[in-house]
């Protein structure tokens, strides 16, 4: 096995982003792809065997030109770039990053970072239905979200309905304080907390006046017909087979929906089968639906959670095997 050295000139201005604070991201490429890397003034020398450092540069340029294109980079950007370099897919990482939704209040870019998430963006623009099936925080809600403020500002739809099932999460809570809708509000925080970062409370605030965008809990859809609405169903997983029947039959013309779950952290009382397990079967070969499977892979919250998601999909694995 023949060991080679290889240089890439990166300029000063984007030396810190690729490298990472105290070089965290050249020791995680270092010991990833067994290299030996040595950054000096604008330079990184690469010394390891041909195929290795082969990758090593591919990741290099890729998140040099990442930085180039103003984005920050973190510890799931290297690890991301690393596995799809191990995967032959380079250059995959930088087609994904083109593809902007939209921009937060604060000016920051809501876009893709994952081949999973990309997959679930195309399906939303091409199917009427869209499941978006996988652990927590792989985007589905948030890029969910994404899509159907843009549909909304673009004029492609008239509103925005957004609906979960009110259930704890395995705790007893008792009676809430307050009216009807300080007791749902806890339940819907999370689609709140979107909402305000992309399109900013006093917008969202008028727009809820006008009746425009409405958060509800699941049991408010019945008997309603939703024409001309971009509607989303987050923690899905909670849902009664009867739940996601009567959600299903609301959809009207004119209409985009989007069905978010994780089918490992189901509330449902033991026993109760999924309405979003028992749909997935029946509804998997219509055309005009489109199912995302997110794995671990496809997490993009701090990279611990990542670990935490993979370690308990292995524990399943092992339970069910025993």
Do not use: W
Request: glycine share 8%; proline share 4%.
């Amino acid at each position: 096995m023949s060991i080679i050295e290889s240089m890439i000139d990166i300029p000063v201005e984007h030396e810190k982003r690729v490298c990472g604070q105290f070089d965290c991201h050249l020791k995680k490429i270092e010991r990833t792809l067994h290299v030996s890397i040595i950054a000096r003034d604008g330079e990184i020398k690469i010394i390891g065997p041909d195929h290795a450092v082969r990758k090593a540069r591919s990741v290099f340029n890729t998140l040099l030109e990442l930085s180039k294109r103003g984005e920050e980079i973190g510890e799931q950007n290297v690890d991301y770039a690393l596995a799809l370099s191990f995967e032959g897919k380079d250059g995959e990482l930088l087609e994904i990053d083109r593809d902007i939704i939209c921009h937060t209040i604060n000016g920051k870019p809501v876009k893709p970072k994952t081949l999973g998430q990309k997959q679930y963006i195309d399906l939303i623009r091409t199917k009427m239905i869209v499941f978006g099936v996988g652990p927590a925080g792989t985007g589905k809600t948030y890029l969910g979200m994404s899509m159907a403020i843009q549909a909304f500002k673009n004029g492609e739809v008239n509103r925005i309905i957004l609906t979960r099932p009110a259930i704890e999460a395995g705790e007893k809570l008792g009676f809430l304080p307050g009216d009807l809708q300080s007791k749902i509000d806890p339940y819907l925080r999370p689609l709140y907390d979107a909402l305000y970062q992309i399109m900013g409370a006093e917008s969202y605030l008028h727009n809820a006046e006008k009746g425009l965008i409405e958060v509800a809990p699941l049991a408010y859809m019945r008997g309603r017909t939703l024409d001309n609405a971009f509607i989303i169903l987050d923690e899905a997983q909670n849902t009664t087979q009867a739940q996601m029947k009567m959600f299903l039959t609301r959809i009207g013309f004119g209409s985009k929906v989007i069905i978010t779950g994780d089918q490992s952290q189901k509330d449902l009382p033991a026993g109760q089968t999924s309405g979003l397990d028992t749909a997935l079967k029946i509804l998997k070969d219509i055309d005009d639906i489109g199912i995302c499977r997110f794995t671990n892979e496809d997490v993009v919250r701090h990279p611990l959670v990542q670990k935490i998601v993979k370690a308990y999909d292995e524990y399943e694995g092992r339970r069910q095997k025993s």
